[in-house]
């Protein structure tokens, strides 16, 4: 039988199908990956899962909630510099073809590599308890909101109203129409809403709330304040909105003043035909322009790194995404990068998902592109969203060179000084602002 090699990246060790363990440090196969690199690979193959495997009982059912992108298996990858956590595709057509398996031996997961005999140790997060529990009003908590990672997403109106166009206008590779009011409840309660934001505070240990949604008809902000006010009130979190942006970028201070901490943008494209070809929507109601122009205004208005601008790879020519990195963080805002998934039931679901060799190249382009702009990365406490390679994860690709070594020394300064800042905003905090209508332009 044929040995494979465990790779444990702090304590390498072999793994033998027929005895176990050995303790002793042996040769190990040539291609061999580190958190980051295993990450992005897993993202772009997905993943078999073993008849050994046990996810029912042991880990976070898969939910097929917002616009789907979170349709996996949750994962945590152990590193020396951080744990990575991530969403891993097992249900689309492309897994099925993946040289990755997940397995289990006794109580504990592996992530294996058929190619090369390796396996790597995972750890799966269990499903909290507070998915089943039930809110005051009868609302399943998980039809309200869902782990991703270690932070809460929250979509808090009725489905994007691009899915109701005639013809369609819903971005290809979202499936929001298919999931809200059928796998999540359509219009989230605010009650309900700060019901599940207090108990996965409490038992989750969640410190991030992202609320989101689709295209609302120019309304998108005004429908987030009154969510933004309760929390902020109420909970006590670092609250994220991810919203159509609005050309009245002063309605961006009024959700400041609400409590919102963090803004994100999806442009998802910098190549303007792509932009055109798969956000038919945006593209007629809003245009690409808009999102640069909001993400500028609110990344000067809360500073480098509270706000976020997202984009695909793994679509547009790589040429296009690296520019995007450079575009984003010259604003000042850190790059959300998803790799490309063809969920199923989107209009994409054929399209190839993308070479783990380009989105190599894209990841390390996003430390670099940080580090080059001074943006700070990995400081905000306990924020780990699992469907992207985050910035921070990105460490482990970092070339070893001096200005690396003052931006790592900078970023640990960064962190120890924003703890009791932190600290502040995660406590319930008295908000005078009016949350029912956006006060008039100065």
Avoid at 26 to 42: G, H, Y
Avoid at 265 to 291: D, H, M, S, V
Avoid at 405 to 410: H, N, T, W
Wanted: net charge neutral; glycine share 8%; with cysteine.
């Amino acid at each position: 039988m044929r040995a494979r090699i465990v790779i444990n990246f702090t304590n390498r060790a072999r793994y033998d199908d027929a005895t176990g363990f050995d303790p002793e440090v042996l040769t190990v196969p040539s291609k061999l990956l580190n958190p980051c690199e295993l990450e992005i690979d897993l993202f772009c193959k997905g993943l078999r899962v073993d008849p050994s495997c046990t996810l029912t009982e042991d880990a976070r059912k898969v939910s097929r909630t917002r616009a789907g992108l979170g349709s996996g298996l949750e994962v945590l990858i152990p590193g020396p510099l951080k744990d990575i956590w991530m969403n891993v595709p097992v249900e689309e057509d492309f897994a099925r073809q993946s040289p990755y398996r997940i397995l289990k031996d006794r109580s504990e997961y592996f992530v294996t590599d058929d190619r090369f005999g390796t396996l790597y140790p995972v750890r799966i997060p269990v499903e909290p308890r507070w998915y089943t529990k039930r809110t005051s009003k009868g609302t399943e908590m998980c039809r309200v909101g869902v782990l991703q990672g270690t932070y809460l997403g929250i979509y808090i109106s009725n489905s994007c109203l691009y899915w109701y166009s005639s013809p369609s206008l819903n971005c290809k590779f979202c499936t929001t129409g298919s999931n809200v009011g059928v796998n999540e409840v359509a219009v989230k309660d605010i009650g309900d809403v700060v019901e599940v934001c207090e108990a996965a505070k409490e038992e989750s240990g969640v410190t991030f709330v992202h609320f989101n949604s689709g295209y609302q008809a120019g309304r998108d902000l005004e429908q987030a304040a009154p969510y933004v006010k309760a929390v902020k009130e109420r909970v006590g979190a670092l609250i994220g909105v991810q919203l159509m942006p609005s050309q009245e970028l002063w309605k961006y201070d009024w959700l400041v003043d609400l409590g919102a901490d963090h803004f994100s943008f999806c442009y998802e494209f910098e190549n303007p035909e792509y932009f055109a070809r798969y956000l038919p929507g945006k593209l007629k109601t809003i245009g690409q322009e808009t999102f640069f122009k909001a993400m500028e205004y609110t990344s000067k208005r809360l500073g480098k790194g509270a706000v976020s601008g997202e984009i695909i790879a793994g679509v547009e020519p790589i040429e296009d995404t690296l520019r995007a990195i450079d575009r984003i963080t010259g604003a000042g805002a850190f790059p959300t990068v998803c790799v490309f998934r063809p969920v199923i039931g989107s209009d994409m679901e054929n399209h190839p998902s993308p070479r783990y060799e380009d989105m190599r190249v894209v990841f390390e382009h996003v430390y670099e592109a940080c580090k080059r702009n001074g943006i700070p990365i990995g400081v905000a406490p306990n924020i780990e969203v699992s469907l992207i390679c985050q910035p921070d994860d990105t460490r482990y690709l970092a070339r070893r060179t001096p200005s690396t070594l003052l931006y790592e020394a900078r970023l640990r300064v960064m962190k120890r000084l924003a703890r009791p800042v932190f600290r502040r905003k995660l406590k319930p905090l008295r908000i005078h602002a009016d949350a029912s209508a956006a006060p008039a332009p100065c």
